[in-house]
């Protein structure tokens, strides 16, 4: 247990556990009150510097079946994922946990595990955090990052294309597996496999994201982590802007769960999957569509092909509001998902 090993023996066992460039980070977690960073070494020219910070508690934030490595991972990623959308490169990450006395040294062990290896894999140190006594576990992340193109939820205009990487729905799907047990057996198990997977390790599309900024076609991003709904939501306000969405567009699902040859996608409601769950952390955007050069087209190709992208939509004045198209029809997307409140 945690509480045999006193405040400063635990902070002295998860700090040694961080592994930091120390040419940049001059004094790094454990060491002194402060984290201590060589800006001029660390920012490389960049303009901008952004900052997030994230919560997450057992209670609300940590599905049935996720590991310790997991969680720590989760509290790196949802951070990470924030950065992304602003086409950062993140760079230092500090947390701060509250753990009940009763944890086991294990498990403490794993989470550090999670966050070290995810920070790790997106080129990110962890410089520092706090320790405090419980009820639950809880894990407060900041991540820092620097930008030469900060893109902004603000920034569509009408006639821009709209986009999101990757594929949607795999992460809820797994916490349907989770709550829904019917649904669990009739799914094959290599399914359950990468949807729980998506669910308990999110991979935030931090190089998707800075790919985009750079690519100066960019208008406005934001990350998918309530629900395509809500996101769009979040993106229209900050641009006063409206969505026409074409749900065939849509990806739904990655290609490894709809290949399984046993899966009925008829059973599953697809649109609840992408649209009003959330947990993805894929990227929302919109890319200008109105510059039309040679230049710009053959870019967006690229993007299309190296960033796995797909165009779902196009804006419209804010007063059309948010809805799917289909043929001449139109339909109101509702604007659920995921809220804390």
């Known amino acids: 247990m945690i509480e045999q090993l006193g405040e ?32 001029a070494k660390a920012k490389a020219g960049y303009k901008f510097l952004v900052v997030t910070t994230d919560t997450l508690q057992e209670s609300t934030h940590f599905p049935t079946g996720i590991s310790p490595f997991q969680i720590g991972w989760t509290s790196v990623a949802v951070n990470l994922s924030d950065v992304a959308a602003m086409g950062a490169h993140p760079f230092a990450f500090t947390i701060a946990m509250g753990i009940p006395a009763h944890t086991g040294t294990a498990f403490v062990d794993g989470v550090v595990e999670g966050l070290e290896k ?64 019917g649904i669990k057996q009739k799914l094959p198990k290599r399914v359950e496999e990468v949807a729980k997977k998506a669910l308990f390790q999110p991979l935030p599309r931090v190089k998707e994201g800075v790919n985009l900024a750079d690519s100066g076609l960019v208008t406005a991003m934001i990350d998918i982590s309530d629900g395509l ?11 006063k802007v409206g969505f026409e969405i074409y749900e065939d567009k849509v990806p739904v699902l990655s290609n490894d769960i709809k290949s399984a040859t046993d899966l009925d996608l008829s059973m599953l409601e697809l649109r609840d999957l992408a649209f009003y769950y959330g947990g993805d952390y894929e990227l929302l955007f919109t890319v200008d569509a109105r510059t039309k050069t040679l230049e710009n087209e053959e870019m967006l190709k690229r993007m299309q092909k190296e960033m796995k992208m797909s165009i779902i939509g196009t804006v419209v004045p804010s007063e059309e509001g948010i809805y799917f198209k289909t043929g001449e029809e139109k339909e109101m997307v509702e604007l659920k998902g995921y809220q804390h409140f």
Do not use: H, P
């Open 229 to 239: 709904a809500l996101s769009l939501a979040a993106l229209a306000k900050s641009s």
């Open 118 to 181: 995810c920070a790790s894999a997106y080129n990110t140190a962890v410089v520092g955090g706090d320790i405090t006594r419980s009820r639950e576990v809880i894990l407060t992340g900041t991540c820092l990052g620097f930008a030469d193109n900060a893109v902004r939820r603000a920034g569509a205009e009408v006639g821009d294309l709209v986009c999101v990487t990757g594929s949607l729905g795999n992460a809820a799907l797994g916490l349907k597996l989770i709550k829904e047990a």
């Open 8 to 39: 400063i023996g635990l902070i002295e066992r998860i700090s040694k556990k961080f592994l930091v460039d120390k040419q940049i980070v001059t004094v790094g977690a454990g060491e002194d009150d402060c984290a201590v960073i060589d800006i």
